[in-house]
């Protein structure tokens, strides 16, 4: 078995996972290594979902009755749990959403319906990156429409990183907002966050980080960020599906206008007009995802007690040794950064001139689940000039052994193609 340094107890940390138990296609042991696109869930989550609908389920804040209220408790506490998760300076900076998606589309709409100094219209510009992902391009693509401002981007260097060379030219005086990802789901690049943030405060511009591949796998301190909004989701971070957060300045989040409205996010409402509470619940109307946020406050404690300087150590030993490996097989081209220095835990790669499809496809015969396609980052194909790639991915649960059944499998999708 080859050993690393840095790895975690993955035997005794896969025991808390059932999914990894699993055998398909007629005895094939599970190899997961599609973590980008969505993590398993330990049993500490599942049993705290079960507990809350079994023992606590009810809406929350309005109710006087004590399953009300304990919900309450529960909600409200995941919410503390994220808070710290994040360092965040004050519980209310923290926004419960059902994903990373609706957490930037909250962004844009806020700053598109916003008065000066925030807002966005046809004398502004908004900045984004060529290697984000699509929910970090539609939404600013559909507020330049709507309000008229130049949509602008960062482009790629051959190696996968942004090319910062024309940042003054790209972030200028007109610049509103600059929304870019921190952890490419595609390249696995590692953004330069304090050089672009930089250069957005020089201007005054906000700025706006997607962390959806970031908060699962290192640690994350908005405050040393320093960006005005953070976007990040539950399901690949342990958690449930339908639970994203974001977080915003506090100063901006009580000038910014609402984006969705109905019940919780009032504060009085008459024929004529209403008027809203105080953030979070202004951006939270309607009944919450309640069950998911204690999920996701589940998750977090997991994560927390393993460390996630330790997830971080773990996941570099096991990329530097993915990178080294997949240099072994031949034709396989690796589309993004090919060391293992300031680079995630996805690693997207084609394989001669053998579709990603078909690679995939011949994979999970063999048990092993990776990803396929342009991972909702088409842009990044298009630059690179493929149709897409094969993207494997990993988390702390991920062994060695996995990336060297990864390694034989492609060496039998090419003996398949011959």
Request: hydrophobic share 40%; charged share 20%.
């Amino acid at each position: 078995m080859t050993q690393l340094p840095g790895l975690l107890d993955t035997e005794a940390i896969r025991k808390d996972f059932p999914i990894l138990d699993r055998q398909v296609h007629d005895g094939q042991k599970l190899v997961y290594l599609d973590n980008a696109a969505t993590s398993q869930k330990p049993r500490q989550v599942l049993d705290a979902l079960n507990e809350y609908y079994e023992r606590y389920n009810a809406n929350v804040h309005r109710g006087v009755h004590v399953l009300a209220e304990e919900a309450t408790a529960l909600y409200e506490g995941a919410r503390d749990k994220v808070a710290s998760f994040i360092n965040a300076p004050s519980r209310d900076e923290v926004i419960f959403t059902k994903n990373a998606s609706e957490s930037l589309n909250l962004v844009a709409n806020m700053l598109g319906w916003a008065d000066e100094p925030y807002r966005v219209d046809h004398e502004t510009e908004i900045v984004i990156t060529e290697m984000e992902h699509h929910s970090n391009i539609v939404p600013w693509q559909l507020l330049s429409q709507r309000t008229g401002a130049k949509l602008k981007w960062f482009g790629l260097t051959d190696d996968g990183r942004l090319d910062l060379s024309n940042i003054d030219e790209i972030i200028t005086e007109k610049t509103k907002i600059v929304s870019f990802v921190l952890v490419s789901n595609i390249l696995g690049t590692v953004n330069p966050v304090e050089a672009i943030v930089r250069r957005a405060q020089e201007v005054g511009a906000l700025v706006c980080i997607d962390a959806s591949q970031a908060a699962p796998h290192m640690p994350l301190d908005v405050q040393s960020l320093q960006a005005d909004f953070v976007a990040f989701t539950g399901h690949k971070m342990c958690g449930p599906t339908g639970i994203g957060v974001l977080w915003g300045r506090q100063e901006l989040l009580e000038d910014l206008p609402p984006f969705l409205g109905g019940g919780e996010m009032i504060e009085t409402v008459s024929m004529h007009s209403s008027t809203y509470a105080p953030a979070p619940h202004k951006f939270e109307a309607g009944t919450p995802p309640i069950a998911q946020a204690v999920g996701l406050g589940a998750a977090i404690d997991y994560l927390q007690s393993i460390g996630m300087d330790k997830i971080l150590a773990h996941e570099h030993a096991l990329t530097e040794y993915a990178v080294k490996r997949l240099g072994e097989v031949p034709d396989l081209r690796i589309i993004g950064p090919t060391t293992a220095e300031d680079r995630g835990a996805a690693i997207s790669f084609t394989l001669g001139d053998i579709h990603p499809h078909d690679v995939g496809q011949v994979l999970d015969e063999q048990g092993i689940a990776v990803r396929v396609g342009h991972h909702c980052a088409r842009p990044v194909c298009l630059r690179y000039g493929i149709p897409a790639t094969t993207r494997a991915s990993f988390y702390l649960y991920s062994t060695p052994a996995e990336i060297d059944a990864l390694v034989e499998g492609l060496e039998h999708v090419r003996n398949f193609f011959g």
